[in-house]
């Protein structure tokens, strides 16, 4: 069975700093996305990354696959408010179509 | 906006109620998905159609029916809910299923909140 694990669930920063969450999955997968989720509305897709070494960026994000270590990243550089809501990662799973699987997400608050 | 749209946005409704949410997309897709997303759970997928067949069923209580139409219209028909389904309710589309070899991104409407009394 797929797992998907993101860390930390949680996290305060402060403006001007950066810092990265992770997304560790438990078997081979095709592709990975990254959406992001404002408090109260629908989830906003930001990345999907198809192959190893993958790197995509998107202003203050950048996101990158390591298919390898089963790894993903999604780095925030310079963090500012506007960058606060929840993250989440998913991982197309085996079998039938559109079977994403989704981390529990993480959480952002950045703080002034 | 996204381009998928839900309603209603918000639902309360008795255990012996049967109601029904509906989703509509406006983006030519021809996949579209209803997902459950609960407080402190991974966001489920819950049904999947492509091409207006159901290819996924992820083990979902029949109190659960989903109906689409056609490739722009999917239902989800609610009866003897329990509490415990109170979450929020995601519909999402597709140009086609992701377990094709595309890239296609799945776009997620605003959801209904669904509370179960």
Same mark, same amino acid.
């Given at each position: 069975?797929?797992?998907?694990?993101?860390?930390?669930?949680?996290?305060?920063?402060?403006?001007?700093?950066?810092?990265?969450?992770?997304?560790?999955?438990?078997?081979?997968?095709? &592709?990975?996305?990254?959406? &992001?989720?404002?408090?109260?509305?629908?989830?906003?897709?930001?990345?999907?990354?198809?192959?190893?070494?993958?790197?995509?960026?998107?202003? &203050?994000?950048?996101?990158?696959?390591?298919?390898?270590?089963?790894?993903?990243?999604?780095?925030?550089?310079?963090?500012?408010?506007?960058?606060?809501?929840?993250?989440?990662?998913?991982?197309?799973?085996?079998?039938?179509?559109?079977?994403?699987?989704?981390?529990?997400?993480?959480?952002?608050?950045?703080?002034? | 906006?996204?381009?998928?749209?839900?309603?209603?946005?918000?639902?309360?409704?008795?255990?012996?109620?049967?109601?029904?949410?509906?989703?509509?997309?406006?983006?030519?897709?021809?996949?579209?998905?209803?997902?459950?997303? %609960?407080?402190?759970?991974?966001?489920?997928?819950?049904?999947?159609?492509?091409?207006?067949?159901?290819?996924?069923?992820?083990?979902?209580?029949?109190?659960?029916?989903?109906?689409?139409?056609? %490739?722009?219209?999917?239902?989800?028909?609610?009866?003897?809910?329990?509490?415990?389904?109170?979450?929020?309710?995601?519909?999402?589309?597709?140009?086609?299923?992701?377990?094709?070899? %595309?890239?296609?991104?799945?776009?997620?409407?605003?959801?209904?909140?669904?509370?179960?009394?």
């Amino acid at each position: 069975e797929l797992k998907v694990e993101q860390n930390p669930l949680f996290l305060s920063m402060q403006e001007g700093k950066n810092y990265t969450i992770y997304c560790n999955y438990s078997t081979t997968s095709d &592709r990975l996305y990254w959406y &992001r989720q404002d408090p109260g509305k629908s989830l906003e897709s930001l990345f999907v990354l198809l192959s190893n070494g993958a790197v995509k960026q998107e202003g &203050r994000l950048m996101a990158s696959l390591d298919t390898k270590a089963r790894l993903s990243t999604l780095h925030i550089t310079a963090a500012v408010h506007d960058l606060s809501a929840t993250y989440f990662c998913a991982v197309l799973g085996g079998g039938s179509q559109g079977n994403l699987i989704f981390g529990k997400g993480t959480k952002l608050s950045v703080k002034p | 906006e996204t381009g998928v749209t839900q309603t209603p946005r918000h639902l309360v409704m008795g255990m012996t109620n049967k109601k029904s949410l509906k989703c509509e997309q406006h983006l030519g897709h021809n996949a579209m998905y209803w997902y459950k997303q %609960s407080a402190k759970k991974p966001l489920e997928l819950m049904f999947v159609y492509n091409f207006k067949e159901q290819t996924e069923n992820n083990s979902v209580p029949s109190r659960f029916s989903p109906e689409c139409p056609n %490739s722009s219209h999917l239902f989800l028909h609610l009866h003897t809910l329990q509490p415990e389904d109170s979450a929020l309710y995601l519909c999402a589309s597709s140009r086609t299923g992701t377990g094709t070899s %595309s890239t296609d991104t799945q776009y997620f409407g605003p959801g209904t909140r669904l509370t179960v009394l």
